[in-house]
């Protein structure tokens, strides 16, 4: 589905990442694909992964500066004649923002931080591809979570941040479809990934959310991974500008079963 399509990804932290399904179905599906890595301390490990699958293209980007995305980018021109696609797999807020009530957590720092690394950042990275992307039917993809339109318990200022990054999906799909390219995102359901681990209480919020599912679990990386293939394949050409949820179902229920309402 994406043979010789060049797509960069970035967010990859460990095994355990939505990023590292998205990439293994990438590499599975025939893409070149260039994998970015925070700091050196994820480095090793961003680089053994990704020669898993295949990938010998390893750039260091901190997204939240702007030389590092600049460098990024003419890094891969030195690479490849061109860039198809851009997966962003980031998203961050400070740990004390994402455990207590709304009201007395959320600091203008915190909020800061989580719209710049969470949001901001997804458009930074299109500015920076645009060059490369010129000529070709490129695809923009990041990730956004249900917390973007209801509240969760814990998900905080979070929950601001990825409504701020749905929001910027719809404005980037017109800017860059005067390119010809597409922008979409997947609302992907929980995961147990490292910035997961972050929000207090997770693993009661999986429990809870496999409970409710139309499909009765969990979704795994490995499905964001594919869905997020076909949504930047030629075989989903007509679509941009969409939030695509891949959560067994869970954002179509407004409450469970009679049985768990009578408990």
Same mark, same amino acid.
């Given at each position: ?52 699958? !295949? &990938? *010998? ?33 980031? !998203? ?5 923002? =994402?455990?207590?009530?709304?009201? *007395? ?8 931080? /989580? ?15 645009? @060059? ?14 249900? !917390?973007?339109?209801?509240? =969760? ?6 929950? =601001?941040? $990825? ?5 910027? &999906? ?7 479809? $005067? ?8 609302? /992907?359901?929980? &995961?147990?990934? =490292?910035? /997961? ?15 409710? /599912? ?8 490995? @499905? &964001? ?23 067994? !179902? ?14």
């Amino acid at each position: 589905m994406l043979k010789n399509k060049n797509i960069l990804i970035v967010g990859v932290a460990n095994k355990h990442s939505i990023a590292a399904g998205i990439a293994e179905s990438m590499s599975k599906n025939g893409a070149n694909i260039a994998l970015t890595y925070q700091n050196e301390r994820l480095q090793g490990n961003v680089e053994k992964l990704g020669s898993s699958w !295949g &990938v *010998d293209t390893f750039i260091p980007c901190d997204v939240a500066e702007d030389c590092q995305i600049e460098n990024t980018f003419k890094e891969l021109s030195n690479k490849w004649d061109g860039l198809d696609a851009v997966i962003h797999a980031v !998203g961050f807020a400070p740990r004390e923002e =994402l455990d207590g009530d709304f009201l *007395d957590v959320t600091s203008r720092e915190g909020f800061n931080i /989580a719209h710049d690394i969470s949001s901001y950042s997804f458009i930074a990275l299109a500015k920076g591809a645009k @060059e490369m992307m010129s000529g070709r039917n490129g695809s923009l993809l990041t990730l956004s979570y249900l !917390g973007s339109k209801m509240t =969760l318990p814990n998900y905080n200022v979070m929950g =601001l941040a $990825k409504a701020s990054l749905e929001a910027s &999906v719809r404005y980037l799909a017109v800017s860059a479809g $005067k390119d010809g390219h597409r922008v979409n995102a997947i609302s /992907a359901g929980p &995961v147990k990934t =490292l910035a /997961a681990s972050g929000v207090k209480n997770f693993r009661k919020m999986l429990s809870y959310n496999a409970s409710r /599912a139309p499909l009765g679990r969990n979704i795994t990386t490995k @499905e &964001v991974g594919d869905a997020a293939t076909f949504l930047t394949s030629d075989m989903a050409s007509g679509i941009s500008g969409e939030i695509l949820y891949v959560d067994a !179902g869970f954002n179509i229920t407004a409450m469970g079963s009679i049985e768990e309402a009578e408990s």
